[in-house]
């Protein structure tokens, strides 16, 4: 099969790989209908160390499964699935809580054991608890912007929706979304849905705030530093912002994000923080009570709700992507989302 | 009067002061009945810079009104009253959201303008806002119990019930709390009043944590940091804590709070932070989902509520003072504070 390897910043290569086989007999091994790049892969993209072996990429993927272990027992040959970023068993306490991306069984792709999802064909571990069935659909007639939709359930539109739902976004709030990335715009789009009255998208680049606005953002502010941080104060009657959605990962934009919330409001961080150390202390988030929440988002446990969703339109969340490559142009889709030519780009086998 | 000053640290004097005067017409002056002296008085007393005019110290009050201001429409002298430990107008915007630490017109004890509260008067700005009437009760001839828990009602219980508010403690739930301070030991009281299934309390003074016990703490931990952490992790199956209060605010609570939280979880802080930047990213609150809360304690959001707690003898908050000093003998109650052979001192006029 085809995938995608990374050797080093900037230096992704598609080579052909070995066909995953079944390791362990929870496994399922699916064919790609459609996978992707995600914003957190311009992460490797800008600083992984050069290395002898490609670290295979890719964790976004719908697909239909091939072949399942023989301990597999709600999903078969043919199923039409989602597959969530990260692998769990959708049994464990914390899976039970809603926090799959804690499994005590669950894992990461884009290791020389897991593999990548940017490929041909992966291999799922434990696939009774992270694939979910899309009914009713066959991937080979759908229509494209379906499968764009039912693409960003795998990760992007639920990164958002985690980004919201951890924030307690609900009617009557106002809402802040740092960043205009394919997240940023995901989580415009779920705190529409969770009933927000107010939502106010920092970025600048046009095409996309446009379609930020077309989500449901209310204002768009173009500045950003201090500058950002006094228009949205301004916006907010001085006030700040009841929640902050913060889908950078970067720390001017966790800046930002303590500087806009409100005296007792929520920043619900879904961007990969780049930093480990930060500001937290009287000065930023203590002596206004300002909480903070958010992390890799358990996709898995909104999976359910989210695919009936998408398929009767109430949202369209595959509007994030502006590009189309085949999967032998995947480092071409990297350049493009890194020097922004594109917001974010879908992947053909 | 007389009144308490700092003049750096370690240095703390009892003089003579100008009687409080009603400055504003919203004001109120009020006669002490006790006052007492704060864990967080004792950051200062380790590092205030030495200072030539010395700063007015305490901010917990129970006291009977002598005077109030010609814009005071409910306060009026002779009523017994709880003063919360910062004031406030109670009808601002953050004051309705239960946020009365950032009122938009209130502010801090301590200060030359607004004076300290280990004093035999005290003005309190906003007096409306700020005071709450204790109905029925005569200070002069009330039990000296009932006094010590309706004093902890200005600071001390009420900031340990934020921490358990902010922490979602409900019942069900696993609770740690950092530090058998008073604080902390009116976290348990708290986290226990709320319905915290199991109250794991870390300290190693054992008179204390004997009395977190009466609070309500299942388990003391006397172990700290890595050792403490694991000691934790052991106690809940290897799990972690749903909620940890750090009543301390030094780094290693902050740091054992992280260790111990559960996937998903909370810490709630409300010992103030002597510290601005802290991890927050990855391997410490994002990757796992854990939520951070907290701030200065909106006493006067609890105060309703929690009077008639104390008038019936649902809970009996008072036991975390351990000594009674005169206000001439304040010095002395410093030092035995901070050499812990005091857990917390009592101030009577």
Same mark, same amino acid.
């Given at each position: 099969?085809?995938?995608?390897?990374?050797?080093?910043?900037?230096?992704?290569?598609?080579?052909?790989?070995?066909?995953?086989?079944?390791?362990?007999?929870?496994?399922?091994?699916?064919?790609?209908?459609?996978?992707?790049?995600?914003?957190?892969?311009?992460?490797?993209?800008?600083?992984?160390?050069?290395?002898?072996?490609?670290?295979?990429?890719?964790?976004?993927?719908?697909?239909?499964?091939?072949?399942?272990?023989?301990?597999?027992?709600?999903?078969?040959?043919?199923?039409?699935?989602?597959?969530?970023?990260?692998?769990?068993?959708?049994?464990?306490?914390?899976?039970?809580?809603?926090?799959?991306?804690?499994?005590?069984?669950?894992?990461?792709?884009?290791?020389?054991?897991?593999?990548?999802?940017?490929?041909?064909?992966?291999?799922?571990?434990?696939?009774?608890?992270?694939?979910?069935?899309?009914?009713?659909?066959?991937?080979?007639?759908?229509?494209? @912007?379906?499968?764009?939709?039912?693409?960003?359930?795998?990760?992007?539109?639920?990164?958002?929706?985690?980004?919201?739902?951890?924030?307690?976004?609900?009617? @009557?709030?106002?809402?802040?979304?740092?960043?205009? @990335?394919?997240?940023?715009?995901?989580?415009?789009?779920?705190?529409?849905?969770?009933?927000?009255?107010?939502?106010?998208?920092?970025?600048?680049?046009?095409?996309?705030?446009?379609?930020?606005?077309?989500?449901?953002?209310?204002?768009?502010?173009?500045?950003?530093? %201090?500058?950002?941080?006094?228009?949205?104060?301004?916006?907010?009657?001085?006030?700040?912002?009841?929640?902050?959605?913060?889908?950078?990962?970067?720390?001017?934009?966790?800046?930002?994000?303590?500087?806009?919330?409100?005296?007792?409001?929520?920043?619900?961080?879904?961007?990969?923080?780049?930093?480990?150390?930060?500001?937290?202390?009287?000065?930023?988030?203590?002596?206004?009570?300002?909480?903070?929440?958010?992390?890799?988002?358990?996709?898995?446990?909104?999976?359910?709700?989210?695919?009936?969703?998408?398929?009767? @339109?109430?949202?369209?969340?595959?509007?994030?992507?502006?590009?189309?490559?085949?999967?032998?142009?995947?480092? %071409?889709?990297?350049?493009?989302?890194?020097?922004?030519?594109?917001?974010?780009?879908?992947?053909?086998?």
């Amino acid at each position: 099969m085809r995938a995608a390897f990374m050797y080093g910043a900037g230096d992704v290569r598609v080579e052909t790989a070995p066909d995953p086989v079944i390791v362990d007999q929870t496994d399922a091994i699916v064919r790609t209908v459609r996978s992707c790049i995600c914003g957190s892969d311009l992460h490797p993209y800008h600083s992984a160390p050069r290395t002898a072996e490609g670290r295979p990429m890719g964790h976004e993927l719908i697909a239909v499964v091939e072949e399942v272990g023989s301990e597999v027992r709600t999903i078969k040959p043919g199923d039409f699935v989602v597959v969530p970023f990260a692998f769990q068993d959708n049994t464990c306490v914390f899976c039970r809580e809603g926090m799959h991306t804690s499994c005590l069984h669950g894992g990461w792709y884009g290791s020389a054991e897991t593999g990548g999802l940017q490929a041909d064909l992966a291999r799922v571990p434990l696939a009774d608890g992270s694939l979910v069935k899309v009914p009713d659909v066959d991937p080979a007639t759908a229509d494209e @912007g379906l499968l764009a939709s039912l693409l960003t359930l795998s990760d992007v539109y639920l990164t958002g929706y985690h980004a919201a739902h951890m924030g307690q976004v609900e009617p @009557g709030k106002t809402v802040t979304v740092i960043g205009d @990335g394919a997240v940023g715009l995901s989580a415009v789009l779920a705190a529409k849905q969770l009933g927000a009255e107010r939502i106010i998208l920092m970025g600048r680049h046009t095409v996309r705030t446009d379609l930020g606005i077309r989500f449901g953002a209310t204002d768009v502010v173009a500045a950003r530093g %201090a500058e950002g941080v006094a228009e949205v104060l301004d916006l907010t009657n001085g006030e700040g912002s009841h929640i902050v959605l913060e889908a950078v990962g970067h720390m001017p934009a966790y800046e930002q994000a303590y500087g806009i919330v409100r005296p007792g409001g929520i920043i619900s961080r879904v961007g990969v923080p780049q930093y480990e150390e930060a500001p937290i202390g009287f000065g930023s988030l203590f002596g206004k009570n300002a909480r903070l929440a958010g992390g890799p988002a358990p996709v898995r446990a909104y999976l359910e709700a989210a695919i009936p969703q998408v398929l009767s @339109g109430q949202i369209n969340p595959g509007l994030v992507f502006d590009r189309t490559v085949a999967i032998d142009d995947v480092p %071409a889709g990297y350049r493009a989302m890194d020097d922004r030519t594109a917001l974010k780009v879908m992947v053909t086998p």
